[in-house]
């Protein structure tokens, strides 16, 4: 608007000059052209005639004038109006702008002055309102400042708020109107806000506020010493106490027979936490005192409020955290305390089968408490699965790439042990022992005293402890005595030859009452003997015998044993093991001579 004015302006002093040369030519003419015709009169007496042409000419002149400055006021209406409809477009722009354009606040120390909406010289808003906050904090730092010095100065294009010859802000037409009012009115509010923050700043930076700010950081020092002097006395006196302690209150701790802590230990231990505490409540005071001492100065008051929120944030965090955490935390102990009373419910029900109380068809009172040991990991690790996504960092990806991480560790390192693990659980459902049974694994006989999902331990005849993984029972043959003692009576068996002179029927009958002689032979069903073998030399004579006790196997076999040697020798039997060659020429017997065994009256 203003560039239309001047060039109407221009245009204007232009014709104006123009009109005003010709008129001025006219005269000239008139007043030249009136000396010519009075000598020209005096020639030739026609001056009259000449001056009338000179006075028409003079009236057209006038004419064209008014003609000129009535064109130029058109234009300059023109203009005017031009001006008018492009500010109101620009006011409109604006006023649809306002709702999606905050503006950038002009900050200076924590206080928002004013707005800063369009951009000038190539200049942000963002920078503009920087490089004014720069400027008042740089005059605000002086001592010799005086806000109210601050004036403005306009130009055609911009108004600038100046101190001294130095520019603290400037203002356009276009930040007058975002603001709704002239460019100049705009300047004239701005500058109060700014004398007023420079009288602020001239206040905070005087030499008695420097002085005060001194005497602060020098008594926040001095109470810091007592604090720190006044905590180390309070633990040494703290420490005499706890000293004294040890032959008056202080009791060993134990643990059934084995002294976990002494007295003096104890004694120990409590001078350590004291010590701990008090570096604890040091690092504290330091942690509220030094943020006070940066917090004195302005200059590094913005110190301090970082280094306070180093404090505060993880703080508040860790309580915004736990606020927030409560429901999730309920959630968890729902699930837990179902979790509970399912697994002691199924472990009643367990007991029930076990005890043979309760049963259930295909289900035997054995596979009761391995089924429950299962079905509680189960539990457990559905407990888990449902907590999961409950816990604190849950979706955190760093949390799911460890837990991945260490699921793959174990899939890839423990395929042995899961392999003993499903072992254990076949043979646990299999059957083909359990504990206390008398068992033959391979080349190993013994009795099983204990089942673990890994492995399986066997107790031999000789006390020894042979430890076997289940994967490896899986792969073998086992033989249970004891099943079969419980459920038929276990067969024992030995063989004995004899020679063709002896007849069978007396052998046989020998065998059997060695055998029911026997202790933990049972009498019915009875023993039975069986002919194996014709051999060239002598016929071989098996006895068998029913038994219930599997674990005196050996026993059994020894005392059947002896009492075969002892019917026979009481008969005059030889037993032909080993072989013997028996020249009947007057060779001796094989019989024992001198027979120890008690007699007994027949």
Request: charge should be positive.
């Amino acid at each position: 608007m203003k560039k239309n004015r001047l060039f109407g302006l221009l245009l204007f002093l232009l014709v104006t000059n123009n009109m005003c040369a010709q008129l001025g030519k006219a005269v000239r003419e008139i007043l030249t052209g009136d000396s010519v015709a009075t000598r020209t009169a005096v020639r030739n007496d026609s001056d009259s005639v000449r001056m009338a042409d000179m006075k028409k000419e003079l009236e057209e002149a006038r004419l064209s004038e008014a003609n000129m400055r009535m064109e130029m006021e058109q234009m300059r209406l023109k203009a005017f109006a031009a001006d008018s409809v492009k500010l109101a477009q620009q006011r409109a722009r604006i006023d649809s702008l306002r709702q999606f354009t905050p503006g950038v606040p002009v900050v200076v120390e924590g206080d928002t002055l004013f707005y800063l909406y369009t951009k000038r010289g190539g200049y942000t808003p963002l920078q503009r309102a920087e490089m004014i906050d720069a400027a008042i904090m740089q005059l605000g730092k002086r001592f010799t400042l005086h806000p109210d010095s601050v004036y403005i100065e306009s130009s055609d294009i911009v108004t600038d708020l100046m101190y001294g010859n130095k520019v603290i802000a400037s203002f356009t037409d276009q930040d007058g109107l975002w603001e709704g009012r002239s460019r100049e009115q705009l300047a004239t509010d701005k500058r109060k806000i700014v004398v007023q923050k420079l009288k602020e700043l001239k206040e905070e930076h005087s030499l008695w506020q420097l002085g005060k700010r001194i005497l602060y950081f020098v008594l926040v020092l001095a109470g810091q010493y007592l604090l720190f002097w006044l905590t180390g006395w309070l633990f040494r006196k703290l420490k005499v106490r706890i000293q004294k302690l040890k032959d008056t209150r202080l009791k060993p701790i134990s643990i059934q027979n084995y002294e976990l802590l002494d007295t003096q230990r104890q004694v120990n231990l409590l001078i350590f936490l004291s010590n701990l505490l008090r570096y604890v409540i040091m690092l504290l005071q330091l942690l509220i005192t030094v943020p006070l001492l940066f917090a004195i100065f302005p200059q590094t008051k913005g110190l301090a409020y970082q280094i306070f929120s180093y404090i505060w944030n993880p703080i508040k965090n860790i309580l915004v955290g736990i606020v927030d955490y409560i429901p999730n935390l309920f959630a968890i102990l729902i699930i837990c305390f179902a979790v509970k009373y399912l697994v002691r419910l199924v472990h009643y029900l367990s007991r029930e089968v076990e005890a043979g109380r309760l049963k259930f068809g295909g289900f035997y009172p054995d596979w009761a408490m391995p089924t429950y040991h299962i079905i509680r990991f189960l539990l457990y690790a559905f407990m888990i699965a449902m907590i999961y996504p409950y816990l604190p960092g849950a979706k955190n990806g760093v949390f799911q790439g460890i837990s991945v991480f260490v699921g793959l560790i174990i899939s890839l390192g423990s395929s042995t042990v899961i392999g003993n693990v499903i072992a254990g659980l076949v043979i646990t459902y299999m059957r083909p022992f359990k504990l206390g049974d008398r068992i033959q694994l391979n080349d190993t006989t013994g009795n099983v005293i204990e089942k673990t999902p890994l492995v399986t331990r066997i107790k031999t005849p000789k006390n020894e402890v042979v430890t076997i993984p289940n994967s490896f029972i899986m792969s073998s043959h086992t033989v249970n005595y004891s099943a079969s003692a419980r459920e038929y009576g276990l067969i024992i068996h030995s063989e004995v030859t004899i020679g063709y002179d002896v007849p069978w029927r007396q052998v046989h009958q020998l065998l059997i009452e060695a055998a029911l002689n026997t202790p933990g032979v049972i009498d019915d069903p009875r023993p039975f003997v069986l002919e194996t073998s014709l051999s060239d030399w002598y016929p071989v004579y098996q006895i068998n015998a029913y038994i219930r006790e599997a674990d005196k196997l050996a026993q059994i076999y020894s005392d059947l044993h002896q009492n075969i040697q002892d019917r026979f020798n009481e008969a005059g039997i030889e037993i032909m093991s080993p072989h013997y060659m028996a020249m009947r020429d007057g060779n001796e017997s094989t019989i024992p001579k001198d027979d120890l065994r008690p007699k007994t009256d027949k």
